[in-house]
């Protein structure tokens, strides 16, 4: 018998070339974003680790137990084509795409064709994806979401024992995988109307290996009722009444302000063309009131179902020790938008207006400033900044010398560069013995350390990089290049003489002593560190200089004073 045309439009195949195209209005500039942050982290330990070390709980980072979706997906991926960023990202999409149509088909089979084309295109048009979609590790939440599908599908055909392998394979995914076991059985009572007894019957196997993960879990104690309960995150989180209506407002792209940096007619093409895309595929997927439908009987059981997802997958958003992200509750959002999408496929011109709507404001919200790091303006600025600071680098140093240190001043915030010791350079440069942090974060070497050598920057917002030279350069020409040359190698000196590096001190201070001589201040800074190294000709030098505008006998009291306040463990600098 032919498809009708509600059929056609709500079949796999159109699904996917939909979901395809959107994907590539919407989210194709994130193909070529840099890695970030935790992507920094992850290939790091991973290029250290056998295959069984991915499985062990040492070394957490951040103190979450994701071994499948983290250590085992870079793992592999970093094996097959190294630290390509095109690569990692192709793999996000196509997770993307495989969790969107497995949700379709999970929706179809529960309500039918048009809430199951309205559900998949409201959810696929929000804003909350783009997190997961623009930052790599975003792949924690697709590789849950993914085999979550998988245990529901398992559940809506009563292959319970078969669930439990996808629900393992989620809980090492994300812990927002918890609610599997309730979420099955919420589908025997509400859907298939089995008494409670049967239910925990016919579940009995799901809550067995709910508790074995709990009590193996090697974090999730601390994280809930320990010190790890605490956190930046969980210390600044929003009220609770203050979250339900945010993780609401996401579920319909108004979570925050709607002004696009770029103004709105830069983004009217493509977001006419993505409302235009799921909006049509919604007008031709959903049948007329007229159709017939043989599932619509099913429709209270559904969106009750549906609710109770969005509430158990929501659920999490309340637990201690994190803070609100949209993403983070985007379980729920599945179950949210089955419930919605089931009462809009029953007027088609509405279900389409309103995703239509939603894909619109998703454009722009996704192009509007914020400071939330899961926010797509904010992935794609720190992709921008730290793409330029790896390009900038290389200008500098092609390569760096083993055992090199490098440290960095006013690097903008969550970009990722300095997660750590700045795993990004060990990547970038392809050399495990590579450190990088913030200039606070310096010492001299130890005696026991690796002899290599330091390197020193100060991000610009003219020139992305300004490296801060310690060796010997034609300071006319480097004031000229760098007109806060004064300041940059100010703060250097002060920087060397605070954390007891007073050769370093002693040197940078001359530097500046010479190149401005008026500044009787250097000279009476560089002849105390030299000093107070037994450099005692060089110090008279330089408080000869000083005494010219000072005073003999200030400079000496001064000087005394200086020198005593010298860092002894500096005195004997490598």
């Not at 990004?424 to 010492?443: K, Q, V």
Request: hydrophobic content about 50%; aromatic content about 12%; charged content about 15%.
């Amino acid at each position: 018998m032919p498809m009708t045309r509600s059929r056609t439009r709500g079949s796999v195949p159109a699904a996917v070339v939909v979901l395809a195209a959107y994907f590539g209005i919407a989210y194709h500039t994130t193909i070529s974003l840099p890695l970030l942050n935790d992507d920094y982290v992850f290939l790091d330990k991973v290029r250290q680790s056998s295959f069984a070390d991915l499985w062990k709980p040492e070394r957490l980072a951040f103190n979450w137990y994701r071994p499948f979706s983290r250590e085992v997906h870079y793992w592999v991926l970093d094996r097959l084509v190294g630290a390509n960023e095109a690569t990692f990202h192709s793999v996000n999409a196509a997770l993307w795409l495989f969790v969107m149509v497995l949700y379709f088909v999970l929706v179809r089979r529960m309500a039918g064709n048009g809430p199951a084309v309205a559900a998949t295109a409201g959810l696929a048009a929000l804003t909350l994806w783009g997190a997961p979609l623009s930052w790599v590790a975003g792949a924690q939440e697709l590789w849950m979401l993914l085999f979550s599908l998988l245990f529901l599908h398992a559940i809506v055909s009563s292959r319970v024992a078969l669930s439990v392998v996808p629900m393992v394979l989620a809980l090492l995914s994300k812990e927002t995988a918890a609610i599997l076991p309730v979420l099955a059985a919420a589908h025997f009572w509400i859907v298939r109307g089995d008494p409670p007894t049967k239910v925990l019957r016919r579940t009995s196997i799901l809550w067995i290996g709910m508790i074995v993960w709990l009590l193996a879990h090697p974090t999730l104690g601390a994280r809930m009722f320990g010190p790890l309960r605490h956190s930046v995150e969980s210390d600044t989180r929003s009220s609770p009444g203050s979250i339900a209506l945010k993780t609401l407002l996401a579920q319909m792209n108004f979570n925050g302000p709607l002004a696009p940096e770029t103004g709105w007619a830069a983004l009217l093409i493509p977001a006419t063309l993505g409302a235009a895309l799921l909006g049509t595929w919604v007008f031709l997927g959903v049948p007329a009131p007229s159709d017939p439908d043989t599932r619509r009987g099913a429709e209270r059981g559904v969106v009750m179902f549906g609710g109770a997802w969005a509430l158990l997958g929501w659920s999490i958003l309340w637990l201690p020790s994190i803070g609100w992200h949209s993403y983070y509750g985007v379980l729920g959002s599945l179950g949210c938008w089955m419930a919605v999408g089931t009462l809009l496929s029953r007027q088609r011109r509405v279900a389409a207006a309103a995703v239509m709507i939603l894909a619109f404001t998703r454009e722009v919200q996704a192009a509007t400033p914020s400071w939330d790091w899961s926010s797509p303006w904010y992935q794609t600025r720190a992709g921008a900044i730290l793409g330029s600071i790896r390009e900038r680098l290389f200008q500098f140093h092609p390569v760096l010398p083993p055992s090199s240190r490098l440290f960095f001043a006013r690097i903008p915030n969550n970009i990722g560069l300095l997660a750590g010791d700045g795993p990004a350079i060990r990547i970038w440069y392809n050399d495990p013995s590579l450190e990088a942090r913030y200039y606070s974060d310096y010492a001299p070497r130890g005696l026991e350390e690796a002899e290599g050598r330091d390197y020193f920057f100060r991000f610009d917002t003219a020139t992305v990089l300004v490296e801060v030279l310690t060796d010997e350069e034609s300071v006319p020409e480097a004031i000229h290049s760098n007109p806060a040359w004064q300041r940059d190698h100010e703060n250097l000196a002060a920087l060397f003489i605070q954390k007891g590096n007073v050769p370093g001190a002693a040197a940078e201070y001359a530097r500046l002593a010479v190149a401005f001589p008026e500044r009787a201040d250097y000279s009476l800074y560089a002849g105390a560190a030299h000093e107070a190294l037994g450099a005692k000709s060089k110090a008279e030098e330089f408080y000869a200089a000083a005494s010219r505008v000072y005073g003999r006998t200030v400079v000496r009291d001064r000087a005394a004073e200086l020198v005593r306040a010298v860092p002894r463990s500096g005195l004997e600098g490598r």
